[in-house]
């Protein structure tokens, strides 16, 4: 089956920068996707990563490498409105695009 | 208006009572799931459908069921409500691409 390993919290400075790792196991890898969900509302899409390398798209850069099963996502110049869970995705086994499994998220608290 | 739309937004029940949740989407995405999110367990998927006729459970389908009445509808019944069905319950579409786009959520108390 499919596992996802995220760490289940951290705790960040205002202005710092902060990396959130995922590792995964699942067969037919088909791209790994994270998402940001606030507190009582819903995932909200971030990143999606299909090739090994860094991916930027302004404050947020998300990295992956497959060969071992590792991603993690890159939040600088930290803001108070950065706290909240980031969520790791891969699709199912077998490759299957569009059905995905998440991770338990990682809830990241930022501080003054 | 939200592209996708969950309703109730809120229900308390009690032990027993059929309980349906409704979805609808105007993005025209053919794929549609539901997942319930529960403290600690992240989001886990209940059921999918990638068209009209096409249904799929997921990893924890017992105790519900689901029904794609159109491509922009998909509802989510509980027969039978039990205390542990207690949880927020996202409706999702998506495309080919993959990308999930999520209605804000319904949140079901069954006591």
């Known amino acids: 089956g499919q596992n996802i390993d995220q760490p289940t919290e951290m705790t960040a400075t205002e202005g710092a920068i902060v990396q959130i790792n995922c590792t995964y196991q699942t067969s037919g890898f088909n791209g790994l996707f994270w998402y940001q969900q606030h507190a009582g509302e819903a995932p909200t899409f971030l990143s999606y990563n299909v090739l090994d390398g860094l991916e930027e798209k302004g404050r947020f850069s998300s990295f992956l490498s497959r060969s071992k099963g590792y991603s993690y996502l890159l939040l600088k110049e930290l803001q108070m409105k950065d706290s909240a869970s980031y969520l790791c995705?891969?699709?199912?086994?077998?490759?299957?695009?569009?059905?995905?499994?998440f991770g338990t998220g990682t809830l990241l608290a930022v501080q003054p | 208006d939200a592209d996708v739309t969950q309703t109730p937004r809120n229900r308390i029940t009690k032990t027993g009572k059929r309980i349906m949740l409704e979805c609808s989407q105007t993005?025209?995405?053919?794929?549609m799931y539901w997942y319930r999110q529960d403290p600690g367990l992240g989001l886990q998927l209940i059921y999918y459908?990638?068209?009209?006729?096409?249904?799929n459970k997921g990893e924890i389908s017992d105790g519900y069921s689901v029904s794609r009445q159109a491509q922009a509808k998909f509802s989510l019944s509980l027969e039978s409500a039990i205390p542990n069905q207690t949880a927020l319950y996202f409706c999702?579409?998506?495309?080919?691409?993959?990308?999930?786009?999520f209605g804000e959520g319904s949140r079901l108390t069954v006591l």
């Open positions: 995705a891969v699709p199912s086994e077998g490759g299957a695009t569009n059905k995905l499994i």
């Open positions: 459908s990638f068209d009209v006729k096409d249904i």
């Open positions: 999702a579409t998506s495309d080919r691409t993959g990308e999930l786009f």
């Open positions: 993005k025209g995405h053919d794929r």
